[in-house]
């Protein structure tokens, strides 16, 4: 297991929480997130949650790509943009219904969501 930066001070963390071992770096990182942690890579340190604070993840342009049958994926995809811009998303686009071509009779196929979170 690599001890990286994030690893000891995530140890160290953990030990003030009452935590000492861990078989991994997953079980650890599973554990400071249940405790309301998050890594900040920028400042190379473990910081507390926001309370009550839903974060989108990274800030920046994403496509998401969305497969499901052609009667229900618009539904879907509705309450997805929905959800987005809920959580601070800004949606650009929404592609056109891309029908699935390898398989003859399939009713499936994607469609693509960009939009800028904040």
Same mark, same amino acid.
């Given at each position: =297991? &690599?001890?990286?930066?994030?690893?000891? @001070?995530?140890?160290?963390? #953990? $030990?003030?929480?009452?935590?000492? *071992?861990?078989?991994?770096?997953? #079980?650890?990182? #599973?554990?400071?997130?249940? /405790?309301?942690? /998050? %890594?900040? *890579?920028? #400042?190379? !340190? %473990?910081?507390? $949650?926001? +309370?009550? !604070?839903?974060? @989108?993840?990274?800030?920046?342009?994403?496509?998401? &790509?969305?497969?499901?049958? /052609?009667? !229900?994926?618009?539904?879907?995809?509705?309450?997805?943009? @929905?959800?987005? $811009?809920?959580?601070?998303?800004?949606? /650009? +686009?929404?592609?056109?219904?891309?029908?699935?071509?390898? &398989?003859?009779?399939?009713?499936?196929? &994607?469609?693509?969501?960009?939009? =800028? =979170?904040?």
């Amino acid at each position: =297991m &690599r001890k990286t930066v994030k690893y000891l @001070a995530g140890c160290q963390l #953990a $030990k003030t929480l009452g935590k000492r *071992s861990f078989k991994d770096n997953d #079980a650890l990182n #599973a554990f400071l997130d249940e /405790q309301g942690y /998050q %890594w900040n *890579s920028r #400042a190379g !340190e %473990w910081e507390k $949650k926001p +309370e009550g !604070e839903i974060r @989108a993840g990274v800030p920046g342009l994403f496509r998401v &790509r969305v497969h499901g049958n /052609q009667d !229900e994926i618009g539904d879907f995809v509705d309450g997805l943009v @929905a959800h987005l $811009k809920s959580v601070g998303g800004t949606v /650009q +686009e929404i592609s056109d219904f891309y029908p699935n071509v390898r &398989r003859p009779g399939d009713t499936g196929g &994607r469609i693509y969501i960009t939009l =800028m =979170m904040e």
